[in-house]
């Protein structure tokens, strides 16, 4: 074959497969892991701390039943049937501020226990007597956490807080923004909002649902509704009396005769994507400020 011919052929088959060539150039670009919910810490906060210098400790408890069998990574530990424990002390600084940790912990269908890493935190919160029945704040996370439990290692997270609360009804939202700090994706923010509604049935508990989804990289807006994380819960939350919910902020408890009452949430959740690694899971928290 003349050497022109030759050019030409080889020149025609890079043109015929140049489509796929992109193709595959582009998906070894892009992220197998879009994002990453928080499989430890599953609450909707709201803009609450502990009096200065008081001391609060609550403890997060949640269970997979049913959920992705498959690593996202070499080495990582997969959701399905995976228990986990959460232990969060605090303490208050200012009555706007409080100081906070998370220890966390896994053990998994075949009984083998982890430790899945802590996190500090601080939450800053506007007084209640400023914003009446709305409240606002900021929590503000940075952690370590193992290989098995996230591909990066070191991770950030900026939480707003905002919402609004009469004594029946509550409505609250977390539009969560966090990034690694470690690994191939670091710095690159991720959108994982959160919210609640919630009624206070005047019996001593709230019936309420919370949503948390997770939007991927905020590079990646167009990220398929399929490839997103969103979870739904039903809740159950101990909730004291209308009655104690004023526009004003309630007179200061005396820690010699009056207790601080326990905090409890209980909720089902079934994720409403096949991205969302959770298919069906449970949870409960129990805490207590001191």
Do not use: C
Request: charged residues 20%; aromatic residues 12%; without cysteine.
């Amino acid at each position: 074959m003349p050497k022109t011919t030759q050019t030409n052929a080889i020149t025609n088959g890079y043109m015929h497969h140049a489509p796929a060539l992109l193709l595959a150039m582009a998906a070894t670009a892009i992220p197998t892991r879009v994002l990453a919910g928080d499989l430890f810490e599953i609450q909707v906060y709201e803009a609450e701390v502990n009096r200065p210098w008081q001391p609060g400790l609550e403890a997060h408890l949640n269970y997979t039943m049913s959920g992705r069998k498959t690593p996202d990574y070499a080495g990582e530990q997969v959701p399905h049937q995976v228990g986990r424990l959460t232990l969060e002390p605090a303490l208050g600084i200012t009555e706007f501020l409080e100081v906070g940790a998370y220890l966390q912990n896994t053990l998994n269908a075949d009984g083998q226990y982890r430790f899945a890493g802590w996190k500090l935190r601080t939450k800053w919160v506007l007084p209640k007597r400023y914003t009446g029945n709305f409240f606002f704040g900021l929590n503000a996370e940075i952690g370590k956490v193992p290989h098995a439990v996230e591909a990066e290692g070191w991770a950030n997270e900026f939480r707003p807080i905002a919402g609004y609360y009469d004594g029946h009804w509550l409505f609250d939202v977390n539009p969560i923004i966090g990034y690694a700090l470690s690994g191939p994706d670091k710095l690159r923010p991720e959108f994982e909002p959160a919210g609640k509604i919630g009624f206070n049935t005047q019996h001593g508990f709230m019936l309420g649902a919370e949503y948390y989804a997770g939007f991927g990289y905020l590079s990646s807006v167009s990220t398929p509704v399929s490839e997103q994380e969103h979870l739904l819960f039903v809740t159950l939350d101990l909730a004291e009396a209308a009655e104690a919910a004023t526009m004003t902020a309630p007179a200061p408890k005396d820690a010699h005769t009056e207790s601080e009452p326990w905090e409890f949430n209980l909720g089902l959740g079934r994720g409403l994507t096949d991205a969302t690694p959770q298919h069906y899971i449970v949870k409960a928290i129990f805490g207590k400020a001191f």
